[in-house]
């Protein structure tokens, strides 16, 4: 089933790239109506290893391709715009949902601002299309770049306090706690290694031309799940890690971006996009 939908929407990717529609927002409709919600014909236990672990595997490799994007000269004349969309646009909107399904569908306070905090960040995978669209504004995919690939380990603790809210005397969660240590660890973890990948990688030309691109590519996942694991084995967030590690190698060796790109990290951060 995922083989025949991957070929459906590989001959379907020219007529959604025409339209305001991107692929993967297709293909989450698509799963959809195969799924429990319509026809039935797929069935996932959300929670099973297959379907965890296929999520993880997509999430880093389009954020590590997605913080190769980001630019030096860019990160230094327009970081306020995405610090602003994370520290005020995402916590408005997440009160904004809590106080529409507060009122409209009747959930407490505390289950209200679960669901807010659950919904407000963006979606890496479905704006990851935008990301890359060069026909959006430069500053516009910079900044969305940065908010979707840092966001879901910011609204982290917050979905923690609340869930752990509702449950009161089942958790001794203390937010402040998890942030230093989760994200704290997580930004260490990625300015180190990507550091320390950026002294590996070849810099002499005759050593660096050797190495085929699509060697270029494997160095650069290599990098990325290398960086997830030490993360989450030192209690950080494997995910901020692998973001802040991609930004940071991207800084140090920025011709990395165009072997990714020709060595098929591109091809295969498409693949697991529409997979999951």
């Known amino acids: 089933m995922l083989g025949g939908a991957l070929v459906v929407g590989a001959l379907a990717a020219g007529l959604a790239r025409r339209s305001p529609l991107s692929l993967a927002a297709l293909f989450v409709v698509a799963g959809f109506l195969l799924g429990q919600g319509g026809l039935k014909v797929l069935s996932f236990d959300a929670r099973s290893g297959f379907v965890s672990q296929l999520a993880e595997v997509a999430l880093i490799v389009i954020l590590f391709r997605d913080g190769l994007e980001v630019e030096g000269e860019m990160l230094q004349r327009a970081w306020h715009l995405p610090l602003r969309k994370l520290v005020l646009a995402m916590p408005l909107t997440a009160v904004l949902v809590a106080l529409f399904t507060h009122l409209v569908v009747g959930l407490s306070w505390t ?13 890496p995978v479905l704006s990851s299309g935008v990301v890359s669209d060069p026909r959006v504004p430069r500053l516009v995919r910079h900044s969305l770049n940065l908010e979707s690939g840092l966001n879901d380990g910011l609204a982290l603790p917050a979905v923690l306090t609340f869930a752990a809210a509702l449950r009161p005397g089942d958790s001794h969660f203390v937010w402040w706690h998890f942030v230093a240590r989760d994200v704290g660890l997580g930004t260490l973890y990625g300015l180190v290694i990507g550091a320390l990948a950026g002294w ?31 993360a989450s084995l030192g209690r950080g967030n494997g995910f901020i890690a692998v973001f802040v590690c991609a930004i940071t190698l991207a800084i140090r060796r920025p011709e990395l971006r165009g072997y990714v790109a020709e060595g098929g990290a591109e091809d295969i951060a498409e693949i697991v996009k529409l997979g999951i």
């Open 111 to 123: 289950e209200a601002l679960l669901l807010g905090a659950l919904l407000s960040p963006t979606d």
């Open 200 to 230: 590996l990688l070849p810099r002499g030309r005759g050593l660096r031309e050797g190495m085929p691109k699509h060697a270029h590519a494997l160095f650069a996942l290599g990098v990325a799940f290398a960086c997830f694991g030490a």
